[in-house]
């Protein structure tokens, strides 16, 4: 396991040597290790090259150069191998995190989930880590042998797990799974590979958890911006934006604005990864692990901000949220969006004919939940772009989403 700039692995890091293996025996590649072979797997799949027309939170069509979900995942990667590198982690594993955290995603990013979540509530809601768990594990199907992409189990294990336990020891659902219960596919697949639910994830999940943290402030910042749903002089109302912002403007009075933005966005992310550098590593010393499996039966994650950074942090996600995710303008694209796929939803249901040919067959003989699930995965697997194409043939108006 090579560690750039001299750093030797840390204790806790993932070994692929030491890998818990694949659900079904492959030989081992001569080049890659386990760990190097799942980012390769991942970035050839057909659900990675789809996330380059499914929104962030900008409809692809609206401008060239907002965020999709693919520009998104490989911002998160970049984050994931540098944290990853600092810490003496692996830096496949943590790339193989990144790449795989968004698969799940439908069309239209969140408005598109809780479309298909509504759709589906008689059968299970839809939840976007489990259909990513689904898509890595059966609906990829480009091997002669199995059907998935047959990752490794630190993969999976991290997949799910990335943003926290989803049980107790007991198997009672918490966190974000408390109110609902855990997602049946995940359940379902722990059951022929046990993902024990009930631990934190490893290392390099947890890095991959707060790229992802990293990359939505900076970058949904610059997107903000970019799209005039408030200035650099409003998102320096932030403690920590302002404090780079007046820095930037004493360096460098004559700075054009464009620049001026670029640079904050840039020392921001430096500024948010040389904490978690520093948090996670005294952590470290004051959890003593010695293992990777000790990070997974720590009291506490080993992968955080500090105190001062959750709250700048929790401000940063506190402007966007009224200023941008709740922005008018965007509501009403995202309504929409839900919109249409509901309908599209109701009318593959409705005439399963539509559907292409290897998704429509045995489609009659299926049961009413496996229909209902069927016809979910086929739109979840959408671009946007896609999705209103379909959409036009079947109704009279589709809306721009503009």
Not at 138 to 162: C, I, M, P
Not at 174 to 203: F, H, K, T
Not at 279 to 303: I, K, N, P, Q
Request: glycine letters at 6%; a negative charge.
């Amino acid at each position: 396991m090579a560690i750039e700039s001299g750093r030797a692995p840390a204790v806790y890091a993932a070994d692929p040597a030491t890998s818990r293996g694949r659900r079904y025996a492959e030989p081992v590649s001569p080049t890659r290790n386990a760990f190097r072979r799942d980012c390769d797997r991942l970035i050839h799949s057909t659900a990675f090259r789809r996330l380059a027309h499914k929104t962030q939170v900008f409809i692809y069509h609206e401008g060239d150069h907002y965020r999709t979900r693919l520009t998104h995942t490989l911002e998160v990667a970049q984050i994931a191998r540098s944290l990853a590198r600092a810490l003496g982690c692996d830096e496949d594993l943590a790339e193989a995190l990144a790449l795989a955290h968004d698969l799940g995603h439908p069309p239209f990013g969140h408005a598109g989930e809780r479309a298909l979540d509504e759709v589906l509530t008689r059968f299970g809601g839809f939840d976007h880590n489990a259909q990513a768990l689904r898509i890595v594990t059966q609906l990829e199907r480009r091997y002669a042998h199995f059907d998935g992409l047959n990752l490794s189990w630190e993969t999976l294990e991290g997949l799910v797990k990335h943003n926290g336990p989803l049980t107790d020891r007991a198997g009672r659902a918490v966190g974000r799974y408390a109110e609902r219960g855990v997602a049946a596919p995940i359940l379902a697949y722990s059951r022929i590979q046990d993902l024990e639910l009930w631990s934190l994830a490893g290392a390099e999940a947890q890095i991959a958890a707060l790229a992802d943290d990293i990359a939505y402030d900076a970058h949904d910042i610059d997107d903000g911006l970019r799209a005039e749903l408030f200035t650099l002089e409003e998102i320096a109302a932030v403690g920590i934006v302002g404090d780079i912002v007046r820095e930037i403007a004493a360096q460098y009075p004559r700075l054009e604005p464009s620049r001026r933005v670029h640079e904050t966005m840039r020392r921001l992310i430096t500024r948010m990864i040389e904490d978690v550098i520093a948090e996670t590593e005294r952590r470290a010393d004051e959890l003593e692990l010695t293992s990777a499996a000790a990070v997974r039966a720590a009291a506490r994650t080993l992968v955080g901000f500090s105190t001062a950074m959750q709250q700048a942090d929790a401000d940063i996600k506190g402007f966007l949220y009224p200023r941008m995710y709740r922005a008018p303008r965007v509501m009403r694209v995202m309504k929409e969006a839900q919109d249409v796929v509901r309908k599209l939803f109701a009318h593959y249901l409705e005439s399963p004919a539509d559907l292409p040919a290897e998704w429509a067959e045995g489609f009659a003989l299926a049961g009413e939940s496996t229909r209902a699930r069927r016809v979910g995965d086929y739109i979840a697997g959408m671009t946007d772009r896609y999705a209103l194409i379909e959409h036009a043939k079947y109704f009279q108006a589709t809306p721009e989403l503009r």
